[in-house]
């Protein structure tokens, strides 16, 4: 199996002067963090899509690829400011032809690897993770309503009746079958020179389609780090949370 972790954004609500997946949580930075946790799981192939500051990041691969015996290749998004769908699209090549399965990540998720074994060990060829404890009070999250078990739906400020609503943790399982279409809906919508859809909207294609089942990790520890407040809570109350857990 291999992970593509999607870190070209600038992290702009951040207000860092390196990307967010340089930061550091408990000496580590967050780039490690993942290299630690794909490890622990017996994911050893490791894309990372970067794009803004990316010399910073191709600076430090090497290290952590040896101190944690991994392959990690690195596809530079030079249109990383023009919209993340084209971030996948730089990946294309690293998801198109494959005979197994391959994990999606946000590179801006603190999680322990427990997250990532329910994933990968899902019964579902294709799933996201959700957590049903989320706040819409000071960030916009991706909703995912659930009905007859299976996600419904996958978008920002939805409403209407389900079984239950989780926010999408941003990691993803995508089964050899429905590969083809990730590429497809990833090509059609990065084509031209003006891109208008999203990363979300590849994957809100996939889920209308009634292609993702959905792991419920509702009371484990992760955050995302978009805010300096998130950066804090992470160092404060994440990372403890993660050490603690058996």
């Not at 609500?13 to 780039?31: H, N, Q, Y």
């Not at 996948?88 to 603190?110: C, N, Q, S, T």
């Not at 804090?232 to 058996?246: N, T, W």
């Amino acid at each position: 199996m291999k992970a593509i972790i999607c870190a070209a954004g600038r992290g702009m609500r951040l207000g860092a002067t390196s990307p967010k997946v340089l930061l550091e949580f408990g000496g580590r930075t967050l780039l490690e963090w993942h290299a630690v946790r794909l490890r622990a799981v017996g994911v050893h192939d490791v894309v990372i899509v970067t794009g803004h500051l990316h010399e910073q990041i191709t600076r430090v691969l090497p290290a952590i690829a040896a101190r944690h015996e991994l392959t990690i290749r690195e596809i530079v998004n030079e249109r990383f400011r023009e919209g993340s769908v084209l971030s996948l699209a730089a990946a294309l090549p690293e998801i198109e032809g494959r005979e197994d399965p391959i994990l999606l990540m946000d590179a801006d998720v603190l999680y322990p690897a427990q997250i990532l074994e329910r994933l990968i060990q899902s019964p579902h060829s294709t799933a996201l993770l959700l957590d049903r404890e989320y706040s819409t009070a000071d960030d916009d999250p991706v909703l995912v309503p659930v009905k007859n078990g299976r996600a419904c739906e996958f978008q920002k400020k939805w409403a209407g009746e389900a079984e239950f609503v989780g926010e999408s943790i941003g990691f993803f399982k995508i089964g050899i079958n429905d590969l083809t279409m990730l590429a497809e809906e990833t090509r059609g919508r990065s084509a031209g020179a003006v891109v208008h859809d999203s990363y979300d909207d590849v994957l809100r294609a996939m889920v209308l389609a009634d292609r993702f089942g959905y792991v419920d990790v509702t009371g484990m520890p992760w955050t995302e780090i978009d805010f300096p407040d998130d950066a804090q809570r992470a160092r404060d109350v994440i990372l403890p949370a993660i050490e603690a857990l058996p």
